[in-house]
């Protein structure tokens, strides 16, 4: 069976019991069902839990792009299935390696471990990355390329591998019994995501959620991969920082009916609609300052999902010169602001 890739497919979460990373951490093992690639020499079990990787301890430097590590980290880089089999991700640049050990520093709670740093032979640490792991590796520039997957690697200096965050839990489809009071910490606002497939808009929204201060993600079937590499790239390490649960409808009405939220659908303006749909105005944001709500948004290309529709109450973002809808990121930007927390928005103004 081929490597599971998650660049613009669908991701499906691995058929695992509820399953948060924190119990996973001592063991590097995140249970899956999903069937992985075995014809190389990286190391995954015939159960297709996948061993944990180890580096010897006397490796610090690695030259060759056909070593088993890098063989290793460029599988947890291309496929969904390995990365969560083997509970690491492969973070590439200074900046978000520097904003993920910032907010790691900055939390009550340790979600966040960093295994290896991996850096040019030869080059200087990166200012604020000297005490992030009890591990670092040097590799040649050959390396460093093939591990990026740039063409140029002027601009990165490290690679971090870690472990997915503690705050990532995944729910298995035919659960029925879960403890949705563990997912969020706050879960006055919460993003949902229905069926967004591309890995640029999703990990841009969970940025702009991050920077607004909602209190997590909540992922419906057909989204990608929160760590994949270019959703990774574009949230700049915000899934490390944010609560993301993947789950399915009936997870989803659990959360709203024990928190009793509002769900509100961003929806294209439509002079045919049957249904009403709201515009997004300053009174509509005032109306709901003390409301907990749950933000669906739907792809670009297919919006929101058949049922997304019927259950929420819809809210579009009123534009001028005839156009029909905006890239779900930037619409997503506008509503993440206009709704974000009461506090958060009092605080910008002042």
Known sequence: MQIMQCI???WTPPLSKLTSTKSKLSTGNIQTQIHINKDDDVGVDDDSVGEKFRLPSNVKSITSTSNPFVKHCLKLRHSSSYRHSHGSVLVVGTTPIREIYKFERSSQERTVRIDCLLLLDKAEVPEGLDDISNFTLRISPMVMKKLSGLQSIESIEAIALMKIPATFFNINVNQKDTDCRSWFPSPHRILVLDGI??????????????????????????CCDPFNEKALRASRGACFQLSIVSGSWCHLEALKDEFQMKLLGGHPESNEEARRVLRLSQVLVESLADVPLCLVLGSEGHGLSEKSERLCELVSIQMAGGFESLNVSVAGGIFLYMLQPKKQRISHQE
Not at 205 to 219: D, E, I, P, Q, T
């Open 197 to 222: 497939q591309d890995p640029g808009n999703l990990g841009t929204l969970l940025r702009s959620a991050m920077a607004f201060k909602w209190g997590g993600v909540f992922l419906l079937p057909g």
């Open 8 to 10: 613009y497919t669908t």
